[in-house]
Nanobody, 122 residues
């Protein structure tokens, strides 16, 4: 079982920025494509972005294209999500997990970390 530790969430005003971090616990991230997923209250979890093993290939949900940037530092065993121009509809708990680049499907097997709460509100 692969365990992830998400951090960096918080309360931010519309138009603000946050950077989320996803650290691996007990394994090496660079063997896997890693993605960010989010779940808003009353909604299903959705894929936000996914990055390939080398960091060259990326994919984004249409709702975040041009505003979010995913990156990884394999030396630090960490994947990041830079979120700019945040909107109230970005409010959700954000999780990371293994993913498929083309479809941004999670490969979590139903096992998720604690996630990190992002709240966008004035």
């Amino acid at each position: 079982q692969l365990l992830f530790v998400e951090s960096g969430g918080g309360l931010v005003q519309p138009g603000g920025s946050l950077r989320l971090s996803c650290a691996a616990s007990g394994f090496t991230l660079d063997y896997y494509s890693i993605g960010w997923f989010r779940q808003a209250p009353g909604k299903e979890r959705e894929g936000v972005s996914c990055i390939g093993r080398s960091g060259v290939s990326t994919n984004y949900a249409d709702s975040v294209k041009g505003r979010f940037t995913i990156s990884r530092d394999n030396a630090k065993n960490t994947v990041y999500l830079q979120m700019n121009s945040l909107k109230p509809e970005d409010t959700a708990i954000y999780y990371c997990a293994r993913c498929t680049i083309t479809t941004m499907r999670d490969l979590s097997g139903g096992s998720w970390g604690q996630g990190t709460q992002v709240t966008v509100s004035s």
